[in-house]
């Protein structure tokens, strides 16, 4: 059974920072994007950053030149950093990664159960 399990989340001030990790674990043969969405109360769910094998990153223009996404392929890792957090960035915030656990069964998403950021202002 494979597993995204995140941590890192809590409340802070606007201006500060946060930094979130995401492990991925289990029978794991390759994963290649990895990402980080989120969700606000009302929204749809929407896409924060993500990152390839090769390690290129993409960013929402939101949130472009405050967040930072990073991995560590060793460890099965993805982290996002980020930084001069705003009110509007308030919400669960859910890693995702596109694995396969066979070299005999196509790759598909699998995503982690959310971590709760706030932002007061």
């Known amino acids: 059974q494979v597993q995204l399990v995140e941590s890192g989340g809590g409340l802070v001030q606007a201006g500060g920072s946060l930094r979130l990790s995401c492990a991925a674990s289990?029978?794991?043969?390759?994963?290649?994007?990895m990402g980080w969405y989120r969700q606000a109360p009302g929204k749809e769910r929407e896409l924060v950053a993500v990152?390839?094998?090769?390690?290129?990153?993409n960013y929402a223009y939101s949130v472009k030149g405050r967040f930072t996404i990073s991995r560590d392929n060793a460890k099965n890792t993805v982290y996002l950093q980020m930084n001069s957090l705003k009110p509007e960035d308030t919400a669960v915030y859910y890693c995702?990664?596109?694995?396969?656990?066979?070299?005999?069964?196509?790759?598909?998403?699998?995503w982690g159960h959310g971590t709760q950021v706030t932002v007061s202002s």
């Open positions: 289990g029978r794991i043969v390759s994963i290649n994007a």
């Open positions: 990152i390839n094998s090769g390690g290129t990153p």
């Open positions: 995702n990664g596109r694995l396969r656990t066979s070299w005999m069964t196509p790759e598909y998403d699998c």
